[in-house]
């Protein structure tokens, strides 16, 4: 490769809107605007400067609302793969300034049930009766079962996340702690081996990110974050058909389903020629504990079965040599409906390398990998950031 197909991009503004159970007074769409406008703002621009937008409800009325039309938009969801869209977009001459937002209110109404952005038609009629925990619990109990990966090491994992969440003034759950292994073992089963505090919770809240062209980003109010590389694997149609870590790929035995995200993993190093050894931080997406056990593993920071170890000694914490998930992710930050909260990896990487987390910050952070969804969904998306210029 002569020259990296996305150097031409940059992230340069960001914000999370306020982030809370139940915002009673807000809806999706005027989420998703406040979140755009404070990221519009936070890059130094104007809705004016907007020549792109991704993203659907706020995202769209953005461009209305602002009179900034004709533009170039796109329909994605939101996530790495939208980052990584707008980047291409810039890059390819479709727009100069990119815009994606997203956010979730009023969703999320039966408090006793799982989400409905993870609940199929079919949950309670189709013989197999799935729902999101129980289908994160089958890959999870699989490699147990194989590995011998153990309770402890799946609770130091979520321990860890929600005490990021715990000092974060920004988290829905900040306070709720701190927590030790022990704590998240003793809360009530939910789905074997998963305890409650191994889940992700539910909440309403919006964010929002702009990428510009690299030669006016540096002259912008932040530091510009760069696209070092990026990809995304997917086995199938999210929470319709029930996983199977052993599910076939395209021939290769290392690229079934259980490792969903290594071959994007292989994929993103190489378009920047780093590796795991380079990495300062990982914001990995954390919808169940055993998902950050099974990512190091499939994105080659540890070998197979090796992961349930890799996360115990600290490694994972603040300190540690690879501190992942530091703002209590969707345990303990916020998990908002499905655009939003694929958005927010991405968002805390560049927070990171900007230097300007409010806690958790890893000092002197200059590479970033995010990851969003997981096996139990059938996809894996990851991307890797960082403060130089490919």
Not at 2 to 31: F, K
Not at 214 to 242: C, Q, R
Not at 334 to 342: E, K, P, R
Request: hydrophobic share 40%; glycine share 12%.
């Amino acid at each position: 490769m002569t020259s990296h197909p996305l150097r031409d991009a940059a992230i340069v503004g960001v914000c999370n809107s306020r982030q809370a159970r139940l915002l009673e007074e807000d809806n999706s769409e005027t989420i998703a605007l406040r979140a755009a406008l404070g990221a519009v703002a936070d890059a130094g621009l104007t809705p004016r400067d907007i020549d792109g937008v991704i993203g659907t409800g706020g995202a769209t009325d953005f461009i209305y609302q602002n009179r900034i039309g004709p533009v170039w938009r796109s329909m994605s969801g939101a996530g790495i793969p939208a980052v990584l869209e707008a980047a291409s977009a810039i890059a390819a001459g479709f727009a100069t300034t990119v815009l994606i937002a997203a956010g979730t209110a009023g969703a999320y109404t039966e408090r006793a049930a799982t989400a409905p952005w993870t609940r199929p038609s079919h949950e309670f009629v189709a013989a197999f009766g799935m729902f999101t925990a129980a289908e994160f619990a089958l890959v999870a109990r699989r490699h147990m079962e194989v590995y011998g990966t153990t309770t402890e090491s799946l609770a130091t994992v979520a321990a860890t996340i929600r005490n990021n969440g715990h000092v974060n003034p920004e988290a829905v759950y900040h306070g709720r702690g701190p927590f030790t292994p022990q704590d998240i073992l003793d809360s009530r089963m939910i789905a074997d081996p998963f305890h409650l505090l191994d889940c992700a919770m539910t909440s309403e809240g919006g964010c929002a990110l702009v990428l510009a062209r690299a030669e006016v980003a540096g002259d912008l109010a932040n530091p510009p974050v760069f696209v070092l590389g990026g990809s995304t694997d997917h086995y199938g149609p999210a929470y319709k058909n029930p996983p199977s870590f052993d599910l076939p790929g395209r021939g290769d035995p290392r690229l079934v389903n259980g490792w969903a995200g290594r071959a994007a993993a292989q994929r993103s190093f190489a378009m920047c020629g780093l590796g795991p050894a380079d990495v300062d931080v990982c914001e990995f997406y954390d919808p169940f504990s055993f998902e950050i056990i099974r990512q190091f593993e499939a994105f080659g920071f540890c070998a197979e079965g090796e992961g349930g170890e890799f996360v115990l000694g600290g490694t994972i914490g603040e300190g540690g040599r690879y501190p992942v998930t530091t703002d209590g992710g969707l345990m303990s930050f916020s998990h908002a409906g499905a655009q939003a909260q694929m958005l927010q990896r991405p968002l805390r990487a560049v927070q990171q390398l900007r230097g300007e987390c409010p806690t958790r910050q890893v000092e002197g952070a200059e590479v970033a990998m995010c990851s969003g969804g997981g096996a139990g969904a059938l996809f894996t998306d990851v991307m890797i950031l960082g403060t130089e210029r490919p």
